[in-house]
């Protein structure tokens, strides 16, 4: 099979789309570091208080950084797929030179349920949830 060859053009194309998927990825990670520094910081007034409304609480921060943080791995999903039709890598959409066009891809492992219900996002969100209703009913 022979190797593409890329104009500048289509290879500063391709870099400006890797820079909005670095961009979403790493907004990704900040929502989860917000995320454990605010619980933190409620579980902390909640050893010191007593007070377990607290952890509930650090509840809501919770899901809403679990929002927050499957919108922006959402858009990177969907930039991933106008990469991959820009490399050549897949062909579904014909994406015209430095277009950004991520509206172009719904659905499947386009959708935002399935971004929110993905395994790499339950597993940070769900046992963190877990952990604070277990404290808030065992203590």
């Given at each position: 099979?022979?190797?593409?060859?890329?104009?500048?053009?289509?290879?500063?194309?391709?870099?400006?789309?890797?820079?909005?998927?670095?961009?979403?990825?790493?907004n990704?990670?900040?929502?989860?570091?917000?995320?454990?520094a605010?619980?933190?910081?409620?579980?902390?007034?909640?050893?010191?208080?007593?007070?377990?409304?607290?952890?509930?609480?650090?509840?809501?921060?919770?899901?809403?950084?679990?929002f927050?943080?499957?919108?922006?791995?959402?858009q990177?999903?969907?930039?991933?797929?106008?990469y991959?039709?820009?490399?050549?890598?897949?062909?579904?959409?014909?994406?015209?030179?430095?277009?950004?066009?991520?509206?172009?891809?719904?659905?499947?492992?386009?959708?935002?349920?399935?971004?929110?219900f993905?395994?790499?996002?339950?597993?940070?969100?769900?046992?963190?949830?877990a952990?604070?209703?277990?404290?808030?009913?065992?203590?």
């Amino acid at each position: 099979m022979a190797t593409k060859k890329f104009s500048s053009e289509e290879i500063k194309h391709l870099e400006f789309i890797q820079d909005v998927i670095t961009r979403m990825n790493g907004n990704s990670f900040q929502m989860k570091g917000w995320m454990v520094a605010i619980v933190s910081a409620l579980l902390a007034i909640y050893a010191s208080t007593q007070n377990n409304r607290f952890v509930l609480v650090a509840i809501v921060p919770t899901v809403i950084f679990w929002f927050l943080d499957t919108y922006y791995l959402w858009q990177e999903r969907k930039f991933r797929g106008v990469y991959d039709d820009v490399a050549g890598v897949t062909n579904k959409n014909k994406i015209a030179l430095f277009a950004m066009r991520p509206d172009l891809y719904t659905g499947g492992k386009y959708s935002y349920f399935n971004v929110h219900f993905s395994v790499t996002i339950l597993w940070v969100y769900l046992p963190v949830i877990a952990i604070l209703l277990g404290i808030y009913f065992l203590m």
